[in-house]
Structure formats: C-alpha cells, structure tokens
C-alpha cells in the first residue's frame, strides 16, 4: 500500500528525500521479483550467447568483419520485427507479415528495374503497398471482426501466390540501382559515423536531463543524477566501442577495395527506433495502443476509437514490413520467390517476443525488436560459424523463443500474484 504526502494549505508539505543510487535498485529489484523484467532475459541471454561464441570461435566470431555481418544478416528481420511489435501490443498476431515484405520486394524490383523509374519512386511504391496491404488486414479484423491469425494466415498464403505472379512464376528480377544497393552493403565513411554516435550520445543526454529537471520542477519522483549520468555514459561507451570496431579495415585485400565504415543500414534501424519510441512512449496515440490492448472495453468506454488503432497497427507492421523487404532486396541484390518466405516470419515474431514484448497485449516496447533481432542474428551467425546445419539453428531459435514465452507467461503470473498488474 502507497502512501501520499497531502499538501497541506496552512503549511508547508514534507519533503521526500530525493532517492538515491542505492533506493533505485532495490526498487529495480523488487520489480524484477514483482514480474517486470522488461528486457532483462534478453540482454543476459545475449551475453551469454555471445560469451559462449566468442569462447568458441575467437578468431572468427569477434573479427571486425563478422561484427558487421551480424547487423546487416539481421537487419529486414529487425525491421520487421519492430512492426510486429505494435500488433503484438494489441494481443493480435501478423502471420502475413513475412510474405507481405516479399510483395513490397517485388514491387520495388519490377518499377525500379522493370520499369526503369527512379529508387526514390520504387521506394514510395514499395511502403505504398505495405500500407494497403496493412490497411485491408486491419479493416478486416476490426470492421468485419474475423480473427487476426484467420485473416493473416490467408494473406500468408495469399501473399506467397502475389509474389510468384510479381516474379512472373520464378524469374529472378535483380535490383541495380547503386542507392537501393547501398542500403545493405555500403558502409558510412569512419568520421561520419563517429559524427552520427556524437549527435545520437548528446541528444540521448539531452532528453534524459532534460526528462530529470521537468520532473524535479514538477516535484515527481526522479531518478539519481549518477542513474543518468550511468546510462548516458554507457550510450556512449557501447556506440563508441561499436563504431571504433566497425570504422577498422575488414577488407583481406586492401589494395582492390576498403571495407570500413558503420553499415548504412544501422542509422536507418536507428532513426526508426527513435521515431517509433517517441510514437509509443511520448504521444496519445501511443498511449491509446496501450490502453487497448491492456483492457479493450475499458479502452472503449474510455472514448478510445479501438477500431482506428486497430487498423493502424496493421498498417504499421505492413509498411515496416515493406521497409523490411526493400534492405532483404538490397542485400541480395535481387528479388526471387524466396524473398519474405522461409524463415523471415518465425525469426521476426521470434525476435518480438524474445526482445520482451508479450505476446498477449499491452506490454513491449520497439526496443525489444532490436535486442530480440540481435539474439537471433547472433544465434544464426555464431552456429554457422561453428558449423552446425540449418536444422540446429532452427531448433536452437525455437528453444529460445519457448524460454521466452515463458519467461513472459511465468512473469505475468507473478505481477497478477504481487498485485503490481
């Protein structure tokens, strides 16, 4: 039971201690015990993976040039992901979403190399047909009030066909254009990467003082200055270590070509993740998704327009799966009947639920994406290193998205258990 200080009008309020370094982890401890471990299994599970890798292939695992592989093998599955997170929210489910990325694909390979228009034109066509495909999925599970795993697992099957007929029924369209190329395999030149770690360092430590002195003036609970100077120097720390180690030569013959620089790809994950956290986390809208899929009715009794939202989130799943599917036709530099198939769906929703976000609405965060896509990438990279077969990695990745799940489940029921949900 909490208890609040009431200001009294005949004189002065107590004054509560500000916390200290100390108050805030066991807080941060007991609402770990209490369930909430946001994403605390997936960074420790990284670690791990990552430690056991680097014991077993050194040399291989921790090279500069397989550091960068890792984000550019990751890098549509992460996208994807981060869509997937917003329909997730909501205690829906997206089994289109892999495919639909494979349509965008196609769209974007037949009006750039087809039909010879621009990249930027082929770009807009592509996210273009993500958001009618997001569109027409939402209207039908919130107008016409089908289930969300009936009405994907139609466009799963659906979007396969689309994509044959895109690719007139196997042909292999490539993608040329030097832009779209770059996206996936071009890298930023070194001093404009430590530019671009510069700017995200000062502008992180800005929203975050920023974020301490609002609620200091507002006489809200603040964290410890040494907190927040704690997690911007560990910003800082982690984006310099990564860019020092990707600005190093990965080229074997330098004298052909010079392979160093920050993935392209990478600030394009980055700008998303910032636009899409502020979209959950700073605005109304965000707030409504969390309401709606923590408590439908109430949020419709609320004065909440569910259905918009629950169309919406369809839309922005479809378009980042559009995204998705332009850096996948990047990296291969080209479009088959592969392209959003195989393991694309299993390893974005896996890489959603892994990262923290539940699977039954109302909890998880765009960041879970990213962490949850970095597990997956490590866990395909670091066994193809070591030789294992594509089925190992299959089984290994549904192991893990299992423990994830239930980590999830076993969470809840201990938050419903403690009273703290």
Not at 185 to 210: D, E, I, S
Not at 305 to 321: G, H, L, P, Q
Request: hydrophobic share 55%; glycine share 12%.
């Amino acid at each position: 039971m909490t208890t609040t200080t009431a200001v009294r009008k005949d004189g002065p309020a107590a004054v509560t201690p500000p916390p200290t370094v100390g108050s805030h982890v066991r807080n941060y401890v007991s609402r770990v015990r209490g369930g909430d471990v946001g994403a605390l299994p997936a960074v420790l599970g990284l670690i791990v993976l990552c430690t056991v890798f680097a014991v077993m292939r050194p040399s291989s695992f921790l090279s500069a040039g397989n550091f960068a592989n890792l984000f550019t093998q990751g890098a549509a599955v992460t996208l994807i992901a981060m869509g997937l997170v917003f329909v997730l929210l909501l205690g829906e489910i997206d089994l289109s979403a892999g495919f639909a990325s494979g349509v965008c694909a196609a769209v974007l390979a037949n009006v750039v190399t087809v039909l010879g228009y621009p990249w930027w034109v082929a770009v807009l066509a592509a996210v273009a047909t993500g958001v009618i495909i997001g569109t027409t999925l939402g209207m039908l599970v919130a107008k016409i009030g089908i289930p969300s795993f009936v009405v994907t697992l139609a466009g799963f099957l659906a979007f396969q066909g689309v994509v044959l007929l895109l690719v007139q029924e196997g042909t292999n369209i490539s993608v040329r254009d030097e832009v779209l190329v770059a996206i996936a395999n071009r890298n930023l030149a070194p001093a404009l990467g430590w530019a671009l770690t510069a700017v995200a360092v000062v502008g992180y430590a800005a929203v975050q003082l920023l974020r301490h002195r609002n609620r200091a003036a507002r006489g809200l609970i603040t964290d410890p200055i040494a907190v927040v100077a704690l997690r911007i120097g560990g910003l800082a720390v982690i984006l310099g270590t990564a860019v020092y180690v990707l600005n190093l030569e990965r080229s074997r013959n330098v004298l052909i070509v010079s392979l160093k620089g920050v993935p392209i790809v990478v600030p394009i994950i980055a700008v998303l993740l910032v636009i899409w956290t502020f979209v959950l986390q700073r605005t109304s809208y965000g707030r409504h998704i969390y309401a709606v899929g923590g408590n439908r009715e109430a949020a419709r009794r609320a004065g909440i327009e569910v259905d918009r939202i629950r169309i919406s989130v369809f839309v922005i799943c479809s378009s980042m799966a559009a995204i998705g599917g332009i850096v996948a036709a990047s990296r291969a530099n080209s479009v088959d009947p592969n392209t959003g198939g195989s393991n694309v769906l299993l390893y974005a929703v896996g890489a959603a639920v892994i990262g923290g976000t539940s699977l039954f609405g109302g909890k998880g965060r765009v960041l879970d994406a990213v962490l949850g896509g970095a597990v997956v990438a490590v866990i395909e990279n670091g066994m193809g290193l070591m030789g294992y077969s594509a089925g190992v990695k299959y089984v290994v990745t549904g192991v893990v998205l299992l423990l994830a799940a239930s980590v999830d489940a076993l969470s809840r029921r201990r938050a419903a258990a403690t009273g703290t949900r």
